[in-house]
């Protein structure tokens, strides 16, 4: 058990719709991470966090929002979605002086 | 620019043969180099970071920074291996960990 957890851990939904994924980080780490990862592609950054503040962008959709809170948790908003968006979603923490990142069980989003 | 290249997306060896997967980077500052694995249906976990000079599971990794590599090395190969490898670097800037495409690695018994 990393330490993070993610929820929920399988989703189904239709297109079009806007579903939203929770991330609580490790106890004490100011960082949290999300990534896509697709059946035919390798890890894609989205977004990370530090304390509250948005640091850095990556191949983020701009259907896709994610923002955290002063408890520290995160969520990743994906709206309008597509049959394209279906993949497994990652999220990560570290803590302020270490970029070692440790990563949830993910959550399974199937869009039909 | 930063960058990390892993130039194999899929690697196949015989259970007991050496592997090796390649892992280059890009980054003008101090790296701090990590390998990552993803058994099946499962989270990443840090398999080792260059900092510890650790061996994990027999595997090993040497920062080259002549060679701007930190290629993953074990000498026997076994059928647990088979898993998907990340390698990332981390930049101290904005704490961001900055990914390999990730080779994935195939034992054969």
């Not at chain 1, 719709?17 to 989205?46: I, N």
């Not at chain 2, 015989?14 to 249906?41: D, H, I, M, T």
């Not at chain 2, 970071?49 to 190969?77: Q, V, Y």
Request: charged share 20%; with cysteine.
């Amino acid at each position: 058990d990393s330490g993070v957890t993610q929820t929920p851990k399988h989703l189904i939904t239709a297109t079009g719709q806007r579903v939203t994924l929770r991330c609580s980080p490790r106890s004490g780490d100011l960082s949290v991470y999300w990534y896509q990862q697709s059946l035919d592609q390798g890890l894609q950054f989205l977004i990370h966090y530090y304390n509250g503040e948005e640091r850095a962008k990556g191949n983020i959709l701009e259907r896709f929002s994610a923002q955290q809170f002063p408890d520290l948790h995160s969520e990743l908003n994906l709206s309008s979605l597509e049959l394209g968006d279906s993949a497994l979603y990652f999220c990560a923490s570290s803590t302020q002086l270490n970029t070692e990142a440790f990563f949830g069980q993910g959550t399974r989003l199937t869009v039909v | 620019a930063q960058r990390v290249t892993q130039p194999e997306k899929l690697l196949s060896v015989f259970k007991g043969a050496p592997v090796e997967l390649k892992c280059n980077y890009s980054y003008s500052g101090s790296p701090e180099l990590f390998w990552y694995v993803q058994y099946s249906r499962q989270r990443l976990q840090l398999l080792l970071r260059h900092i510890s000079r650790e061996s994990i599971k027999g595997f090993t990794a040497d920062l080259n920074k002549g060679e701007t590599s930190f290629h993953l090395k074990k000498p026997f190969a076994q059928e647990e291996d088979s898993a998907m490898y990340y390698c990332a670097l981390g930049v101290d800037s904005n704490y961001q960990l900055i990914w390999g495409a990730g080779t994935k690695l195939i034992i054969k018994p």
